[in-house]
Structures are given as structure tokens and as C-alpha cells.
């Protein structure tokens, strides 16, 4: 296996541990050079803190879950120094997660697919989009998908990833 299918298929395991009844979204913190996984995580609550204890409504949700994205970046930066760290994401990140990955010193973004809830289209997509343009850290979509990747994709909630296998 090459290793980007290797870090996105990381992303995609992981992600198969959030609860989340809608989307199960995750993230792996690299390094390319070093072929090495630094962190990885998925959306759900704080530690502590069960799934069952928190809203599964929209948009209240959104107010107790840390994204998988941050949860993949403070676990790498619980193993630094990091040397070039990249992301792997399943989605397009936000614009929160985007500015911390920026903060955090990661190089560059490899995510699977576009964001599909409406509260992630609009203002938030476009605002990642302009951090990049003033960042220059580079936001890359993933094209190195095989039969495997989309195996492990078909088993995650969230149905704009399945759209993916009836189009390539
Ligand atoms: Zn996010």
C-alpha cells in the first residue's frame, strides 16, 4: 500500500469510532518523511463524557463535539516535535479546525471528501478557502482512492462519502 492510501485509510479506521448518528468523520496527524502516524481522532464529546449524555440534534451537537481533526492535532502535539506534520481528514475541514491546524504547524491538509451538512457549506468553507489563500498551507483533495479505500469508506455514516464510489 502506498503511503497516502496508507495515512487515509488511518483517517477512515479511526473514524469508524465516532457515534455520531449522522457523520463519523476522522483524522490522522503524519509525517510523510518519517512514514509515521503521530495522532489520529474522530468527532465526539470531551473526554469523559459519554455520547449518550449529549444532544444527537442538530445544531446542538455541534456545541458539545470536538471535531476529529483537532482531537488527531492535540494528539500528535502530545508526541512532538513534529517534523513536517500533514493531515489526513475524511472531510473537508472547517474553518476552526483549519485555523488550529494552521496554530499547530501542519504543513498541509489531504482531505477525502467535500463537506455535505449545510452548516459546513457555506460561510465556514469559504473562510477556510480565504485562511489558505493567506496562510499558503496547502488544502489537497485525495485522488489515490482504490477498491480498498472505498471498502472502508462504505462503512462510515455519512452519505456524501458514498457518493464518491458512483462517480470516480
Ligand atoms: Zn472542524
Redesign the pocket.
Known amino acids: 500500500m502506498n503511503l497516502s492510501k496508507y495515512f487515509m485509510s488511518a483517517a477512515i479506521l479511526v473514524a469508524q469510532n465516532s457515534k455520531d448518528p449522522n457523520t463519523q ?1 476522522g483524522a490522522a496527524a503524519v509525517s510523510e518523511e518519517d512514514r509515521r502516524i503521530y495522532g489520529t481522532g474522530y ?1 465526539c464529546p470531551p473526554f469523559g463524557i459519554p455520547d449518550s449524555a449529549v444532544p444527537a440534534q442538530k445544531p446542538q451537537k455541534y456545541y458539545y463535539t470536538i ?4 482531537n488527531a492535532i492535540l494528539a500528535a502535539m502530545a508526541s512532538a516535535p513534529l517534523n513536517n506534520p500533514i493531515l489526513y481528514c475524511t ?1 473537508f ?6 485555523k ?1 491546524a494552521i496554530q499547530a504547524g501542519i504543513k498541509k491538509i489531504i482531505y477525502f471528501a467535500e463537506v455535505a451538512g449545510e452548516t ?1 457549506k457555506g460561510e ?1 468553507r469559504e473562510t477556510t478557502l480565504k485562511l489558505q489563500e493567506l496562510s499558503k498551507v496547502p488544502i489537497i483533495q485525495f485522488t489515490d482512492a482504490d477498491d480498498a479505500v472505498y471498502d472502508l469508506l462504505q462503512h462510515l455514516r455519512g452519505i456524501h462519502y458514498n457518493t464518491y464510489r458512483s462517480i470516480r
Open positions: 468523520v468527532n471535531h476529529a481533526e483537532i472531510l475541514p472547517c474553518h476552526e479546525c483549519y488550529l459546513w465556514s
